[in-house]
């Protein structure tokens, strides 16, 4: 028998918890890393597009795979490719990302790092051949950009994010 002053307790106010109580995690790490890799992705476009029409300046350099493509066919045709698949692909897989699909993270973690260890290669082929200024810069921040979204792809808090169902 219940005692007769005891009132049942009311139910929280939105938003607050019972202890012991966990909250789903925010879906928010998912978009942001899909954000990075699309903001990677137009870098990328940018920069294949100037050295595909012609105005290459300081920028052949952050071309993927431009450090090799003397030893591979000897132009800059295989790395302005090669620049344009690593785009189209990342937009891809980074749209697909928005939608929270789990194993999409993993593949844009192993193209990113891999496109990450290039530029750092890049960079350090440009200062050891006393490259510097726009090339070196735009190189410097295309690793900075790709290295900035492969880390929050890996983060766990993305990981859960990828794993919540609302």
């Not at 030893?71 to 692909?89: H, K, R």
């Not at 749209?95 to 593949?107: D, K, M, N, S, T």
Request: charged share 5%; glycine share 8%.
């Amino acid at each position: 028998m219940s005692h007769p002053y005891h009132q049942p307790t009311p139910p929280n106010p939105y938003g607050w918890q019972q202890p012991g109580q966990q909250q789903p995690p925010s879906t928010a790490p998912a978009y942001i890393a899909a954000a990075l890799f699309i903001s990677c992705s137009v870098v990328t476009f940018v920069v294949a597009q100037l050295n595909a029409s012609g105005h290459r300046g300081g920028t052949v350099a952050a071309l993927v795979f431009a450090v090799f493509s003397e030893d591979i066919n000897g132009n800059l045709d295989f790395a302005i490719s090669a620049t344009f698949t690593v785009a189209f692909t990342v937009l891809s897989l980074s749209v697909v990302l928005l939608f929270r699909i789990g194993f999409v993270r993993w593949i844009l973690a192993l193209i990113g790092a891999i496109t990450a260890l290039y530029y750092l290669i890049g960079v350090g082929w440009l200062l050891v051949h006393h490259v510097n200024g726009l090339a070196l810069l735009l190189s410097l921040f295309a690793f900075l950009v790709w290295m900035a979204a492969v880390v929050f792809v890996l983060l766990p808090a993305t990981g859960a994010a990828m794993r919540r169902r609302t």
